[in-house]
């Protein structure tokens, strides 16, 4: 349990905000509560029992410079909307839940995934969003973690968030040549790290380019990694296109 959750833990940063007294330290409990604890039927209680106390909280007040450990955080920087994420690791598999608020219209929209769950969300940890505007709607991209036994897993999800409620991932606003897609997904070794995030300017999202470590092993994800490349998809008039050989985010 610890190890799993520990190696979330890198995937998030912190923002400003203000305290509500009591309540954050109430989440606190409930994550110690599911690190602790051996049952399945309790870790999801005590998930569900912390996913009801973050919809106490109003948009603004969670304080990012005293963190709640293992629960991931995000403010989107253009929109304002905050994005709470966790996961909850069972005997076979794990739960991923994550909280969107927003505001105005002031709503929380709250997603989650058990273990061989069909719906429409993916089975990933969400570390990040950036919101863009596509003919001037809204939309998110969304950015992933998880793993199987053997790999590690990465990718975007073009989101919308209906003021009606829910969420939809069916916009296909990313385009590689004439084909477009509403996600894309990377899979890798167990020992490799893979970049993909967005550049702060939040007109590109750029990866590192994936390739096995033989030729003869195409296709084997456990044996793919970095070869020191980068590709991109760049927004252009509300759609993020591919771009090959870009310059790493930290050469912008």
Not at 21 to 47: H, K, N, W, Y
Not at 70 to 85: K, V
Request: net charge positive; aromatic share 14%.
């Amino acid at each position: 349990m610890r190890k799993i959750l520990c190696s979330c833990l890198w995937l998030f940063g912190a923002y400003a905000g203000v305290a509500q007294p009591g309540l954050q330290e109430r989440v606190a409990l409930c994550m110690e509560r599911i690190e602790e604890t051996e049952t399945d039927s309790l870790r999801i209680r005590f998930s569900d029992e912390m996913a009801d106390l973050l919809q106490q909280f109003p948009q603004g007040v969670y304080r990012p410079e005293d963190p709640v450990k293992y629960l991931g955080f995000r403010r989107e920087s253009r929109t304002g909307a905050e994005m709470f994420s966790w996961i909850v690791p069972l005997r076979e598999g794990a739960a991923y839940y994550h909280l969107f608020k927003f505001d105005p219209p002031r709503r929380d929209v709250l997603l989650r995934v058990l273990p061989g769950d069909p719906g429409p969300v993916p089975a990933y940890l969400f570390y990040d969003w950036l919101g863009f505007t596509s003919k001037g709607k809204n939309y998110y991209v969304l950015f992933g973690w998880s793993e199987t036994l053997r790999t590690n897993r990465k990718g975007v999800w073009i989101a919308d968030f209906p003021e009606t409620g829910g969420v939809r991932f069916d916009h296909r606003l990313m385009r590689k040549g004439e084909s477009r897609s509403a996600s894309l997904t990377f899979e890798y070794g167990r020992d490799a790290n893979m970049m993909l995030k967005h550049d702060r300017k939040g007109k590109r999202i750029i990866f590192d380019r994936l390739v096995p470590a033989e030729e003869r092993l195409t296709g084997s994800f456990m044996f793919y990694g970095p070869d020191g490349s980068w590709d991109a998809l760049v927004l252009k008039r509300g759609e993020w296109v591919w771009q090959e050989n870009v310059k790493p985010v930290f050469q912008d």
